[in-house]
């Protein structure tokens, strides 16, 4: 069965600084991966997603993952933190079972960005 | 194009009441999902329609029922509310209703229920 680790539920960083969020998945077929961010009293929000296209991924806000399998991990970075992204971010990864497409989300990671 | 629309945004209950949670979409997308999320746990899913007709529990199913309306609806009963139901539930939808596409899932913007 698949599963994702988020390391570290709270992570703080300076305005400018750099942003990674790091995410760790298990899964028995290649997988198809997802970061989501939640603002305040908000849904989710896809950032980026992972389809075996290509290994390095970007998406909104300047947001970037990088795919490692060797590491089983699908970190996420941001070379430059703005106040504006401080928010929580969930990693997910496709689980598919019983002929079913299902997300299997970890327990989240909320940025606090200071100036 | 509204999305994904959920009613209602905030609700009190007390233990042992019944209600129903509302979700629908406008994408014409075929999979539906209802989730909860509590803190320090990210989302976990308690049911999900891959299709009009169709519907299959997720990890945390107990105390809950659904009905898919249509293709449009899918709502989110509560029987009989505990303390422990206590939490935002998010709905979301996803195009296709291929097993191996790579779809992203679409989020409404969640209901928080309080249970007494």
């Known amino acids: 069965a698949q599963s994702v680790t988020q390391l570290g539920s709270h992570v703080s960083v300076s305005e400018g600084a750099l942003v990674l969020l790091r995410c760790n998945y298990s899964?028995?077929?290649?997988?198809?991966l997802f970061w989501y961010v939640q603002y305040p009293n908000q849904g989710l929000q896809l950032l980026l997603k992972?389809?075996?296209?290509?290994?390095l991924v970007k998406g909104i806000n300047g947001f970037e993952a990088e795919f490692k399998k060797s590491e089983t991990s699908f970190h996420l970075t941001k070379p430059s933190a703005h106040m504006s992204d401080a928010a929580e971010y969930f990693c997910?990864?496709?689980?598919?079972?019983?002929?079913?497409?299902?997300?299997?989300f970890g327990a989240g990671t909320r940025l606090a960005v200071h100036p | 194009n509204a999305g994904v629309t959920q009613t209602p945004k905030f609700q009190v209950l007390k233990t042992g009441q019944s209600m129903t949670l509302q979700c629908a979409q406008d994408?014409?997308?075929?999979?539906m999902y209802w989730y909860r999320q509590d803190p320090g746990m990210g989302l976990r899913l308690i049911y999900y329609?891959?299709?009009?007709?169709?519907?299959d529990k997720g990890e945390v199913p107990n105390g809950y029922n659904v009905s898919r309306l249509n293709k449009r609806e899918f709502s989110l009963r509560l029987e009989s509310a505990a303390p422990s139901q206590t939490s935002v539930y998010f709905c979301?939808?996803?195009?296709?209703?291929?097993?191996?596409?790579?779809?992203?899932?679409?989020f409404g913007p969640g209901t928080r229920l309080t249970v007494l």
């Open positions: 979301a939808s996803r195009p296709g209703q291929g097993v191996f596409s790579y779809n992203e899932q679409f």
């Open positions: 899964s028995s077929v290649p997988p198809y």
């Open positions: 992972y389809t075996s296209a290509a290994t």
């Open positions: 997910a990864v496709t689980q598919f079972s019983g002929g079913y497409n299902k997300l299997i």
């Open positions: 994408m014409n997308h075929n999979s």
């Open positions: 329609s891959a299709s009009e007709g169709t519907t």
